[in-house]
């Protein structure tokens, strides 16, 4: 049974600092893996989708990496803001529709 | 720009009571799905439909019953509320038939008590 594991659970980082977070899976026979953020209250937003052939992806301040063999992805964000400040999410689809797998998240504050 | 929106944001139930929880999403998807989401948990697939006309279960599906309605709507029915099931539900779409290579975009969630 995969499992998502997520690490540290919570962070906090005065504005302006580089931050990994991270990500790890027990199957490494992945499709995809997909990194999101959740505001209070609200739903998730997809950040990144890294296909199983794909190494990493790039979005504005956001890079995530992917190894597979290792069972593991990072989430860098670059020089961190206040409006950071969410839940991070990954999840990996390992099978059909019904594989997909959600680690707990990781709780980051940036403080200004 | 709507994108996925949820009906109703809040409900309290009493244990037995019955309920639909109902989704809708203005972006052309062809695959809908709901989960959960439970504290110290990660989401939970209860049911996706890959695509209109199919409905299939997914890891949590008892106690629930899914119908997609039509290409843009796919309600969630409770016949029967347990305590267990109090958590926050949460549609999502995607463009195709699966979440292989397409990101899934999220309503912002139903959360539901039950007494």
């Known amino acids: 049974k995969q499992e998502v594991t997520q690490i540290p659970a919570a962070l906090s980082v005065p504005e302006g600092e580089n931050l990994v977070l991270n990500c790890s899976f027990t199957?490494?026979?992945?499709?995809?893996l997909q990194w999101f953020r959740q505001d209070p209250g609200k739903g998730l937003t997809s950040l990144l989708l890294?296909?199983?052939?794909?190494r990493e992806q790039t979005s504005g301040r956001l890079n995530a990496s992917l190894d597979k063999s290792s069972g593991r992805s990072t989430l860098y964000i670059a020089a961190s803001q206040p409006g950071d400040s969410a839940t991070y999410l990954c999840?990996?689809?390992?099978?059909?529709?019904?594989?997909?797998?959600f680690g707990i998240g990781t709780k980051l504050q940036v403080i200004p | 720009n709507a994108g996925v929106t949820q009906t109703p944001k809040f409900q309290v139930l009493k244990t037995g009571q019955s309920m639909t929880l109902q989704c809708a999403q203005d972006m052309n998807h062809n695959s809908m799905y709901w989960y959960r989401q439970d504290p110290g948990m990660g989401l939970r697939l209860i049911y996706y439909?890959?695509?209109?006309?199919?409905?299939d279960k997914g890891e949590v599906p008892n106690g629930y019953n899914v119908s997609r309605l039509n290409k843009r709507e796919f309600s969630l029915r409770l016949e029967s509320a347990a305590p267990s099931q109090t958590s926050v539900y949460f549609c999502?779409?995607?463009?195709?038939?699966?979440?292989?290579?397409?990101?899934?975009?999220f309503g912002d969630g139903t959360r539901l008590s039950i007494l």
């Open positions: 999502a779409s995607s463009r195709t038939g699966a979440t292989l290579n397409q990101p899934q975009h």
């Open positions: 199957d490494s026979a992945i499709y995809n």
């Open positions: 890294i296909q199983s052939s794909q």
């Open positions: 439909s890959a695509s209109e006309g199919t409905t």
């Open positions: 999840a990996v689809l390992s099978g059909g529709y019904q594989k997909v797998t």
